[in-house]
């Protein structure tokens, strides 16, 4: 569905006030120092010295991106900018889904005004990065722009790892059932991701390998240790799994309560923020799953896999608020279509005196 000149008027006015909001956030919000965002930092000055750094584990986009830019207002900036795109990018994905102006327009203002997009854009920190380039590849995979989703899937797995097991179910799912392609247009929709894969990952493979050369010798062998890692994480679980499971039952609470559990933002301001922002969300895109989407399931989806994907995988692993935020735009887009839809049922259940 195209847009109108008003449309794109209004939208225009959304990422307007999108980067008012985000520029304002940067100036008056004190510096956070999160750990890991001063670890970007480190890691970018490495790589602009000495064109690499000594962490296997974190990968290395969000980095890169800081040394061409610098660690200072340059990689700020360019945050900045990031999100706002996501806002255009959220208007586009609400678009593909529902095909209706209002719901994307209704989705793009949520997106620009949210604060926690707005915090996270200032930071320092790959949610971001990460959550640009997962609507882009989930917009061109609507749009049935395979090879463009499969550059920004894999980008996106260079920025955060989490999203490399789900990606090319996705292929899959969306050559089959959004375009319904033919199993032989399906392997070559696969083939083409894989290819996309090796060669954008390769660089960072290579990489890793010669990290355990005698250049760090106190180093162990990365490749070793995560094996290591993993073993020992495999044992944890079959000796115990009641304990298992609990802990990922309170990971799961821990990734899903309506408010930071770091002691530092649990003050009254941040809670209430917290709860007046996240929880409208929820609840309208429960109303949208439960009353509107019978009709639109298999368009949605998408969404819900990565939802429940997400989950699971913070189940398993660390569990907060902050890694729930790549699903937001999500449940965003599904609670702008359950806003929208709401309003359609008042109005049309108005009756004329």
Known sequence: ???????????????????????????????????????????????WQHFTFDD????PLHQILMALTGPGWGSLILDILLSTAAIWLSFQ?????????ITALVTALATAVYPFFIFYAVVGLTETLFITLLL?????????????AAVCAVLSILTRP????????????????????????TAKRVASYAAVYVLL??????????DDLSEFEKIPDPIARDRAYRDAALKYITEDPVRFIKLAGLKFTRFWRFWPSAEEYRTPLYVVGSIISFVPVLVLAIVYLIFFSSGNFVRIFPLLLFIGYLTA?????????RYRLPLEPFLIVLAAAGFTRSLGSMKNSVRPI
């Open 1 to 47: 569905m195209g847009v109108d000149k008003r449309t794109r008027v209004f939208l225009f006015a959304i990422l307007a006030l999108g980067l008012v909001l985000r520029l304002a956030a940067a100036a008056l919000l004190p510096e956070q120092n999160f750990p890991d965002a001063l670890l970007h930092r480190e890691q970018a000055r490495q790589l």
């Open 313 to 321: 995988v913070h189940m398993v692993m660390a569990g907060s608020i």
């Open 136 to 148: 882009a590849a989930y917009v061109c995979w609507y749009r049935g722009w395979f090879a463009a």
């Open 162 to 185: 989490t999203f490399d097991l789900l990606a090319p179910v996705l292929v899959i799912y969306f050559s089959l059932f959004i375009h319904r392609l033919s199993y032989g247009a």
């Open 56 to 59: 296997p584990y974190r990968m």
């Open 93 to 101: 994905l609400s678009l593909a889904v529902f095909d209706n102006v």
């Open 201 to 210: 990952m390769s660089p960072w493979w290579i990489h890793n390998y010669h």
